[in-house]
C-alpha cells in the first residue's frame, strides 16, 4: 500500500485520507491498478503540414459555421483565418484579464447549433495576483470582430498567483457545455482556508471539478451531486486536479479528459456525472516538494483513470478522431504533450477499453489538439510565436 503524504493535508484531509485508504485495502483486489506508461511507440504513416506561423501565444481554436477558424492568444487576443493567415480581430469589453503564469485567454467554442451571427464561448483568467478566478464570457461574432461581450459564469472562490486555471470548454449533444476548473494551485498555494488542491474533494467550491453548464451558464437541472451537502449545483464531476483537455465520442456518448498530475501520473478519464476521481486523495503522482506519493492508487468509491502516463507528457487538448484521411486512427484519442512536445494517440475497442498507444514526435510544445470539420487534425504550438500545424498522411 503506498504511503500517504500528510504535509500537506488539512487534520480533516488528513482523517478523510487515512479512512479511505483503510477502505480502499478492502476493494483492492476489484479495482485494478492502472499500469503507467512511459513513452508510446512511434506512429508510422504521417507528416506535418504547417497552416500558419506567427499567432502570439496561442491557446484554443474553434470553427465558424462557415468553416474559418478563431484563435486565442493567451495574451488577450482572437484571431480570425483570413486566406492561408489569420489577422487579429477585436474583442471589446473583456473583463479584467489576468494574463500571468498559466492564466490569460483560453478556451473558445462556438455554439454548435449557430448557422450565422454565432455565439462564441472563451474561458479566461480575470482578476489581479491577489483575487483570481477562471470565467466563461460569451459574445457574438458579427463578421468582423465578437462583440456585446457578457460573463455566464465565474468561479465562486477566488485565489491568488498564477496556476491551475483549467480550463477547456467541450459543448454536448443536448446544447449543454462541460467546463473544466483546476485545483488552484501546487502546495503551499492556499485558496480560502484550505490548501488549494484539498478544494478539489470540497464540492462547495469550483475548484477541481468539470462544470456542466447551460448556453447561458447556469447549471443544468439541480447538477448532478443534488442532494450532497453543500454541492455547488454546477459540478458534474470532482476530484480533479488540472483538466486541460475534453473531448466527445459522440457514438457511444463518452467524454474523456486529459488531466495533470505533479510528478508523472497524468491520466486520461472517463468523465461521468457525479464521480469523484481521486484528487488528492487517490493518485498516481507524487508531490513536486516532498517526491513522496500524493494519497493512495486505488482508493474505494473514487474513479480509475483509463490511461496513465509517467513521466509527465503535460497533456493539453485533446480529440476524438472520427476523419476518414487516417481510417486505421478512428475510435482513437489524440493528446497533445507540452512537456513531451509530441502528440499521443490512444485506440480503444468497442467496449472503451484502450488497446494500443503511439506517439508522434512533434519537437514543440503542443498546446491543442482539435479535429476540424474537415476530418483533418489541427495542431498549436504553445510558443510566443506559435504555429497551427496539420497531421497529414505521408
Same mark, same amino acid.
Given at each position: ?146 462583440? @456585446? ?5 465565474? =468561479?465562486?472562490? $477566488? %485565489?491568488?498567483? &498564477?496556476?491551475?486555471?483549467? +480550463?477547456?470548454? /467541450? ?92 510528478? @508523472? ?5 472517463? =468523465?461521468?456525472? $457525479? %464521480?469523484?476521481? &481521486?484528487?488528492?486523495?487517490? +493518485?498516481?503522482? /507524487? ?108
Amino acid at each position: 500500500m503506498s504511503v500517504i503524504d500528510t504535509r500537506f493535508l488539512s487534520k480533516k484531509m488528513v482523517r478523510t485520507a487515512v479512512l479511505t485508504a483503510v477502505a480502499g485495502v478492502a476493494v483492492n483486489a476489484m479495482a485494478q491498478e492502472v499500469t503507467p506508461v512511459d513513452q508510446p511507440p512511434a506512429a508510422k504513416g504521417w507528416q506535418l503540414d504547417t497552416v500558419a506561423t506567427g499567432l502570439p501565444q496561442p491557446w484554443g481554436l474553434a470553427w465558424l459555421p462557415d468553416g474559418r477558424m478563431l484563435i486565442t492568444g493567451k495574451k488577450g487576443t482572437l484571431h480570425l483565418q483570413d486566406g492561408k493567415g489569420f489577422k487579429e480581430i477585436p474583442v471589446p469589453g473583456l473583463p479584467q484579464l489576468f494574463a500571468s503564469g498559466q492564466g490569460g485567454l483560453l478556451d473558445i467554442a462556438v455554439h454548435p447549433a449557430d448557422k450565422t451571427n454565432p455565439r462564441v464561448y472563451m474561458t479566461m483568467a480575470s482578476g489581479s495576483d491577489d483575487d483570481n478566478r477562471t470565467v466563461l464570457v460569451q459574445g457574438v461574432f458579427d463578421g468582423k470582430q465578437v462583440s @456585446g461581450i457578457k460573463t455566464l459564469f465565474s =468561479v465562486k472562490q $477566488g %485565489k491568488s498567483g &498564477g496556476q491551475h486555471f483549467g +480550463s477547456r470548454l /467541450l459543448f454536448l449533444a443536448d446544447g449543454t457545455m462541460l467546463m473544466s476548473i483546476g485545483d488552484g494551485g501546487n502546495p503551499p498555494q492556499r485558496v480560502g482556508t484550505m490548501l488549494a488542491r484539498e478544494q478539489a474533494q470540497n464540492l462547495a467550491t469550483h475548484q477541481g471539478k468539470i462544470l456542466h453548464l447551460t448556453a447561458e451558464g447556469k447549471p443544468v437541472g439541480k447538477g448532478a451531486l443534488a442532494g450532497k451537502p453543500n454541492a455547488q449545483p454546477e459540478i458534474y464531476s470532482y476530484g480533479h486536479r488540472n483538466v486541460q483537455g475534453l473531448a466527445l465520442d459522440a457514438k457511444s456518448g463518452r467524454v474523456y479528459a486529459s488531466e495533470h498530475g505533479a510528478r @508523472g501520473g497524468d491520466e486520461i478519464n472517463v =468523465v461521468e456525472a $457525479g %464521480k469523484n476521481y &481521486g484528487w488528492p486523495l487517490q +493518485s498516481y503522482t /507524487l508531490d513536486y516538494t516532498t517526491r513522496e506519493p500524493v494519497g493512495q492508487k486505488v482508493v474505494a468509491g473514487m474513479t480509475q483513470p483509463v490511461v496513465v502516463w509517467t513521466p509527465s507528457p503535460g497533456p493539453s487538448g485533446l480529440a476524438f478522431y472520427t476523419g476518414k484521411a487516417f481510417p486505421q486512427w478512428q475510435g482513437s484519442l489524440f493528446s497533445g504533450g507540452l512537456a513531451s512536445k509530441d502528440v499521443r494517440r490512444v485506440q480503444f475497442d468497442a467496449a472503451g477499453k484502450v488497446t494500443a498507444q503511439d506517439s508522434f514526435d512533434i519537437g514543440k510544445r503542443v498546446r491543442d489538439v482539435r479535429q476540424g470539420p474537415d476530418g483533418e487534425l489541427y495542431l498549436l504550438t504553445d510558443e510566443a510565436s506559435g504555429s497551427l500545424l496539420r497531421i497529414v498522411p505521408k
